[in-house]
């Protein structure tokens, strides 16, 4: 039994493929800037480095603040109107990203154990989105926010994976030690390492494994869907 389980969502909760996933969510920024008389192109690449500021943020702001102001300052002209039409591209348009994902038959279990064998269950994805578009992508499996203690967004957090400080956050939040504390995911720069380096019990998900700088990783508990039920069961 564990006090807090965190656990990832893109390609661990939701199998897809998530190079698939950047490129189809990028272009439909793009297209709807370019719907609306805009260079969406520019658009979206102003986009890509805001959220790379964004993944840098110390702590000091909230991530919505940091990723708004490099925003601002790439586009300049109509700045202000293009972060108002932005939220849009979460809307019907924001589906087109579903493409790229495949149900997850183990899902119901997986939740169920989670929500049995700890005290909260926290959604620790990337917080560099809005609430609206992490509860589209949860939809896809057929997971409700209210199934989750806390979903991490971009508007409530001030760290990003992989910062030790943004696992630090949740933790704080909710009054759990690494000893109380596991994550699941299936990036090991970003979901594991941190994680252990906080001395914090972790389960590497190999379906749809990213390890991008090759780390060893043959001392990290690790397996498939069925071993990730096993381990949950074994809390």
């Not at 809307?91 to 579903?98: E, L, M, P, T, V």
């Not at 929500?115 to 992490?134: D, I, S, W, Y």
């Not at 806390?150 to 956050?169: A, M, Q, R």
């Amino acid at each position: 039994m564990k006090k807090l389980i965190m656990t990832d969502l893109d390609c661990t909760l939701l199998p897809m493929n998530q190079d698939e996933y950047i490129k189809i969510y990028i272009n439909e920024i793009a297209k709807m800037f370019y719907e609306r008389g805009y260079d969406g192109k520019a658009v979206a690449t102003a986009t890509m480095k805001a959220s790379y500021m964004m993944a840098k943020n110390d702590g000091s702001r909230i991530n919505a603040e940091v990723f708004e102001e490099a925003f601002l300052a790439l586009v300049k002209e109509d700045a202000e109107k293009l972060i108002e039409i932005f939220p849009e591209v979460y809307g019907d348009r924001y589906n087109a990203i579903k493409t790229v994902t495949r149900p997850n038959p183990f899902i119901k279990e997986i939740v169920e154990l989670m929500r049995e064998k700890a005290q909260f269950v926290v959604v620790a994805t990337q917080p560099m989105f809005p609430l609206e578009a992490v509860e589209k992508r949860l939809s896809w499996i057929g997971l409700l926010p209210s199934q989750f203690d806390d979903i991490t967004v971009y508007d409530k957090s001030t760290f990003c994976k992989p910062n030790v400080g943004y696992y630090k956050e949740i933790m704080d939040k909710f009054g759990a030690t690494p000893s109380e504390t596991v994550m699941f995911g299936n990036d090991v720069n970003e979901d594991i390492l941190p994680c252990k380096q906080l001395g914090i019990d972790t389960f590497l998900l190999l379906d749809g494994l990213i390890n991008t700088q090759n780390h060893d990783i043959s001392d990290i508990r690790q397996g498939d869907y069925l071993d990730m039920i096993a381990y949950l069961k074994s809390l």
